[in-house]
Each structure stands twice: as structure tokens, then as C-alpha cells.
T-cell receptor
Framework: GQSLEQPSEVTAVEGAIVQINCTYQ??????LSWYQQHDGGAPTFLSY????GLEETGRFSSFLSRSDSYGYLLLQELQMKDSASYFC???????????FGTGTRLQVFP | NAGVTQTPKFQVLKTGQSMTLQCAQD?????MSWYRQDPGMGLRLIHY???????DQGEVPNGYNVSRSTTEDFPLRLLSAAPSQTSVYFC?????????????FGPGTRLTVT
């Protein structure tokens, strides 16, 4: 089957760095995306890795290793507004069809 | 641009009733999809479409129908509502071009089946 596993919850303090991991068991995942979702809101796109390695977008970076079936999202200089749920999502084949991970709830404390 | 719009925002149904959740996008995106999200869980793909006239099943298609007669609209039909379909439903769209994988989500429809 196709599944993406994430830790259920991560906590950190403002200004810190946090890493959210995503491991997957599937064949045919073409790339890995990350989405942020605040309580009661819709998911919003953060980043996408089509190739192995690190992609950096401002305070957020995302990493993919296909050989290890593993990726992570790195959030730096944490702010209170970063408290949200974060989802990794695998792209099936070279398409826009996404399978979402289980989600990680990040709580940032002052 | 309004982006992706969904109606209604909230809906309560009785078991056995049918209804259609509406989704529209004004970005001329080829790819559209429907997800459901149960409390504290991730999103599960119900159905998707790669263009007008083309639809396919996702992970959890049972109990739902879709059609795509235009690029803009992608309605989701619940055939006979069941309490297990109580969930938040999100519609999403993306250009569908190779290398553009950002999906744009609508605000969601919160459905309760009693």
C-alpha cells in the first residue's frame, strides 16, 4: 500500500528550530510536498521536492531522500503563528495526485 | 481571482439523504480533486479529475460520485448519506502541468450526518 508516517505532535519554543519527519512506504512516489493547516482552515502549500536534497524557502526548508524513503520539513526562527498542523504528501507518478501523510501538530510556546 | 470556492460552508443531513457539494475554480486549472478530513487526521483523496470529462477514483471513493463537465466546476455527490461520511470536505485544484505541484484548496464544507 501507500502510506506516509509522521510524528503526531512536536513542541518547541519561539526562535527555535524544529524538524518534522516523514517516512513513506510506497512505490511510485515522484516527489514530496509539504502543507500547513491552521485549526479550522484549509491546507496551504509550503514546498515541494522533486529531486533528492534540500529546498529552501525563507524560514522553511524541505529535504528528500528517495533511497531512504524519507523527507523532512525544517522550520527555523519559530514564531507563534507557526503553530499549526503540517502534512507531507506524496505525488503519485508524475501527476498532481497526492496522498497525504498522517500529519504533525506543531505547538510553539513563548 | 476568487481561487477555489466551495458551497455550502456547513451542512447537516439525515441518514439516507443525498446532496451535492459544489466546487468551482477560476484559475483555469486542469486538475481538481476532492478530499475528506476526519478530526485529527490527514486528508484522504476521494475522487480527482485531470480535465473536463475525465474523472478517476482516489483512496476512498465509495458512496461518492463526481463529474467534470467544465474546467471550472467539480461537484461531489453523496448518494445516500451515512454517519461515517461526517467529515470536512476540501476541494483542491492545480495547473496539472509537470513540475507545478502546488494545490490550491477551497475553504472546506463541514458536513454532519445524523
Amino acid at each position: 500500500g501507500q502510506s506516509l508516517e509522521q510524528p503526531s505532535e512536536v513542541t518547541a519554543v519561539e526562535g527555535a528550530i524544529v524538524q518534522i519527519n516523514c517516512t513513506y512506504q510506497t512505490s511510485g512516489f515522484y516527489g514530496l510536498s509539504w502543507y500547513q493547516q491552521h485549526d479550522g482552515g484549509a491546507p496551504t502549500f509550503l514546498s515541494y521536492n522533486a529531486l533528492d536534497g534540500l529546498e529552501e524557502t525563507g524560514r522553511f526548508s524541505s529535504f528528500l531522500s528517495r533511497s531512504d524513503s524519507y523527507g523532512y520539513l525544517l522550520l527555523q526562527e519559530l514564531q507563534m503563528k507557526d503553530s499549526a498542523s503540517y502534512f507531507c504528501a506524496g505525488s503519485l507518478g508524475n501527476t498532481d495526485k497526492l496522498i497525504f501523510g498522517t500529519g504533525t501538530r506543531l505547538q510553539v510556546f513563548p | 481571482n476568487a481561487g477555489v470556492t466551495q458551497t455550502p460552508k456547513f451542512q447537516v443531513l439525515k441518514t439516507g439523504q443525498s446532496m451535492t457539494l459544489q466546487c468551482a475554480q477560476d484559475m483555469n486549472h486542469e486538475y481538481m480533486s476532492w478530499y475528506r478530513q476526519d478530526p485529527g487526521m490527514g486528508l484522504r483523496l476521494i475522487h480527482y479529475s485531470v480535465g473536463a470529462g475525465i474523472t478517476d477514483q482516489g483512496e476512498v471513493p465509495n458512496g461518492y460520485n463526481v463529474s467534470r463537465s467544465t474546467t471550472e466546476d467539480f461537484p461531489l455527490r453523496l448518494l445516500s448519506a451515512a454517519p461515517s461520511q461526517t467529515s470536512v470536505y476540501f476541494c483542491a485544484s492545480s495547473p496539472g502541468l509537470a513540475g507545478s505541484y502546488e494545490q490550491y484548496f477551497g475553504p472546506g464544507t463541514r458536513l454532519t450526518v445524523t
